[in-house]
Structure formats: C-alpha cells, structure tokens
C-alpha cells in the first residue's frame, strides 16, 4: 500500500480507475463531477490512455459501448441528469453482456435540479434506469478511501459478470478532501475475454456484440440466464456495515455520506441512554435486505435516512415485512440533514426526548 496522500473524492475516484487499469474515459462536463473528467484529461495522454470529452452524455456512453464491447477496461462518470441521457445506452451495455464502470455523483432533482448533494437517483440505480429487465451492481461508498477501494473493485465485478457497475456517491463524497492509499485492493482471477471483438487475428470466428434479438423466445431465454446470474450475486456480493447494533432499540438504515452523519447522531444518542445502530448497505444492488430481515425479528423500530424523499425506505419496508415499524427522515434538494436532526426524529419515534 502506499503512503496516504491527501485528495478531493472525484480526484480519488479517478485515479482509482486508473490504477484499475482503465485506459478509456468517455465522459462530459457536469457539476459536481466535473474533476473527474478533468483529473483524466490531464492524466491519460501521459500514461498511453484515451480521454475524450464526447459531444454529448449520448454520445459518451456509446463510446463506452464500443470500448466495452472490444474488451477493455473503460469508464464513465456524470451527475444524475446527465445519468438520465446515459440511460438508453446503459441498458444497451447491460443486454449486451458487457462490462464498464459508470460513476453518478448525484446532485438534487428532478431536472436541472441543482448542484448540491442528493440521493434522489436511488430508484434510477437500483432499479434499473433504462427500459427492460436488467440490473446493476451499484456500489456505494462513505468516504474517499471507500471509494477508492470500491472503484477498483467495481472493474472486477464489472468483468467477472460481464455487467455494467455503477458507482454512487454525491456532491459531498466528489468534492471532499480526505487522506488516501492506494494499493490496498487484491485483484479477483478473472476469466480472459474470449468474448470480445477484438480481432481474431486469424484463429477464430468473429465474435460479435449485440443487444437485438428478434426471436422472442431466444431473447426471453438471455433474460432468464441473466437473471439467474443476479441471483448469485445477490447471494455472494452484498457488502454491508453493522455499526452497534448488537444491542440497538431503534436500527437506522443509511448509506453513502448520510450514514456518516448518522454515525454522529448516535454518538449523541448514546450518550442520552438511548441504544441506536446502524446498517449500512455497500452494495445498493444487491440489497443487503437479508441482514436487515434478521434484525426484524428483535428490533420494534428502524429509521430510513436518506438526502431524498424516501425511496431506499422502500427496500427497507420490503426487508422488514411487517416484522417492525419502518420510519423515514429526509432532506432533498441539496438540503444535507445534521445529527440534531436525526436524534429528535430518533426521539420523536421512541416517545419523546431521550433522558
């Protein structure tokens, strides 16, 4: 591992890539991603990469199409609207089988919305964003070393499953600076990409890549072994944090730089006698509903807490099934919720002020 040094989230996240081995970055300029794009640009010509800055978000992720689609390790980063113009091309990359990274540092919506952090793009994460029956591994991180680490393994999984990764963050994780290493990641063994249109160079049939299937049986048929392929990982990927709650009365469920936040209120929680935990998915998808489904059955209350107006509280009422009551606070549009905010709705919740 290498010596920390000390870098703003976007800088991080594409320097990770880098180190990953990606060496095509298809993107456009979009607050508050932007220093990603930029912190490429200016480091891929020196290390034998491609850093184009396509005419349009459209435009850029069907250049990770074809990058992806020829086998190599390629990556793309906007910020939710712009997510919104990748979508078509997102779920082309997913009915074709291919791996890429797609990085959404979420700023407040709907529309143009505006700059400041958000969480409003759950839905479009995890559930599926463009049309068909697809998904997506959706990762994330609470802190720069987090994503760091969780980069480099999103073009693992990306490639042990043939499948588009989306890292998650927002304005804050992008723009805050924070000590890193790099280095700390084992590479998976993964299988060579005998799938990839790459030139046969003479001793094989052309493979070729293709997300249209005329034959309705044949296409149903893909989607079926796809899905029995989410299925595995929903059983070998979930990545999750259990943060005091051996002996929690109320479980708050947060994730990205909100479960921070979280974090900080039941520090003050705790010190009113209150016993409040925290679960905190990794992976958005999959969705470590399993754990949560665990807790339900000692647990009387959770708190969904999330910069959104309460769309992850759905997975966790899902999860839970009745066994508990599920609450929700937000912030949205940019608005960042504080810990005295989360501790009165923790004790609004339990009955009243904690003594």
């Known amino acids: 591992m290498s010596e920390k040094v000390l870098m703003k989230g976007n800088e991080a996240l594409a320097e990770a890539a880098i180190q990953a081995g990606c060496r095509l970055f298809f993107g456009y300029p979009i607050t508050p991603q932007t220093e990603v794009s930029a912190y490429m640009a200016k480091k891929m010509p020196k290390i034998g ?7 349009s978000e459209v435009a850029a992720i069907n250049m990770v199409y074809g990058a992806a689609g020829a086998g190599a390790r390629v990556m793309t980063s906007s910020s939710s609207p712009g997510i ?12 074709a089988d291919l791996p890429c990274v797609i990085c959404n540092i979420v700023r407040g ?28 591994i959706v990762l994330a991180p609470s802190g720069i070393q987090e994503l760091v680490n969780l980069t480099v393994e999103a073009f693992d999984l990306a490639d042990a499953y043939r499948m588009p990764v989306m890292i998650m963050g927002d304005g804050m994780l992008g723009q805050m600076m924070e000590p890193v290493a790099f280095g700390s990641y084992t590479p998976r063994k ?5 799938w990839a249109a790459n030139g046969t160079a003479g001793k094989r049939k052309h493979n070729v890549i293709n997300s249209l299937y005329i034959q309705p049986d044949e296409l149903e048929n893909l989607v079926v072994a796809r899905y029995k392929k989410y299925s595995e990982i929903e059983r070998t990927e979930v990545k999750l944090e259990e943060y005091m709650c051996s002996d929690a009365e109320i479980i708050m469920v947060s994730y990205g730089t909100t479960a921070r936040i979280v974090k900080s209120a039941i520090k003050i929680l705790r010190e009113k006698g209150v016993k409040a935990g925290l679960i905190r998915p990794i992976t958005l998808w999959p969705f470590p509903g399993k754990t949560i489904s665990q807790y339900a059955d000692r647990v009387k209350n959770f708190l969904a807490v999330e910069m959104s107006m309460g769309q992850m509280v759905e997975d966790v009422r ?7 009551d599920v609450a929700f606070f937000g912030r949205t549009g940019g608005v960042v919720p504080s810990p005295a905010e989360v501790v009165a709705k923790v004790e609004s919740i339990l009955g009243g002020a904690a003594k």
Do not use: C, M, R, W
């Open 109 to 136: 919506g709907p529309g143009l919305g505006g700059i400041q952090p958000a969480q409003s793009d759950y839905f479009q994460a995890t559930k599926g964003g463009g049309h068909g029956d697809y998904k997506l």
């Open 84 to 95: 919104s113009l990748k979508a078509e091309g997102i779920s082309y990359i997913a009915g």
């Open 49 to 55: 990469g491609t850093f184009l800055q396509a005419e």
């Open 318 to 324: 899902l999860a839970v099934n009745g066994e508990a």
């Open 190 to 194: 993964l299988e060579e990409k005998t």
